[in-house]
């Protein structure tokens, strides 16, 4: 799960960025480097999440089903990275459109 912190945070600071340069005000908002800094975090958080299940897999296919604690639900992590993917994936198109 500090992957997918990791990644939400980078994602909100991309979006942080993006509109930073909008108050800001520095000329046209797709041409300027905030904005394309901005998207470019976003989408470094989206490839982080996207790491993270294959990261998390790994681990967890590593394990002993004793290891397991009872009632651990082992791919809720998993469906949550997914989730923190697919809404940067919506906030890059969303910044990219506007």
Partial sequence: MAWSRTAAGLM???FLVDRTTLLLGTGAPRLSFGFWIGVAFVLLGVALSALSIAQYR???AT???VEIPPGY???LCVYTSAA???LGLLLAFYMTVR
């Fill in 12 to 14: 909100a600071f991309g």
């Fill in 58 to 60: 790994r681990v967890v």
């Fill in 63 to 65: 394990l002993r089903p």
């Fill in 73 to 75: 639900w082992t791919n």
């Fill in 84 to 86: 923190i993917g697919a």
